[in-house]
């Protein structure tokens, strides 16, 4: 069974930094696809990042390119999602995805890790 365990989130100011991981050892594809995606309520789940575990390969949702970056460390089997110069905008639960992340599209991800919040106030 595949466990994803997201860290990381909490309370920043707009204009702050986090840095968000997902343990994603139990997901045993090394061809496969880890990413991040968040969600308000109310609203569809979003695609933010996602990385390709074999080629490095990574893809960022446009407008947060200049933002937001994803990066992994194999040996730790972790895949981190950087935010710089956060905006109340961003304040959203940011799910880790396994397996199908790659398009950041909701309805190809097979599985979900349980979330962790991050709010930014102004």
């Known amino acids: 069974q595949v466990r994803l365990v997201e860290s990381g989130g909490g309370s920043v100011q707009s204009g702050g930094s986090l840095r968000l991981s997902c343990l994603a050892s139990s997901y045993t594809d090394r061809r496969g696809s880890v990413g991040w995606f968040r969600q308000v309520p109310g609203k569809e789940r979003e695609g933010v990042a996602a990385i390709n575990r074999d080629t490095g390969r990574t893809t960022v949702k446009h407008s947060l390119k200049d933002r937001f970056t994803i990066s992994q460390d194999n040996a730790k089997a972790t895949v981190y999602l950087q935010m710089d110069s956060l905006n109340p905008e961003d304040t959203a639960m940011y799910f880790c995805?396994?397996?199908?992340?790659?398009?950041?599209?909701?309805?190809?991800?097979?599985?979900w890790g349980q979330g962790t919040q991050v709010t930014v106030s102004s």
């Open positions: 995805a396994a397996d199908g992340a790659y398009l950041l599209r909701a309805d190809k991800v097979k599985y």
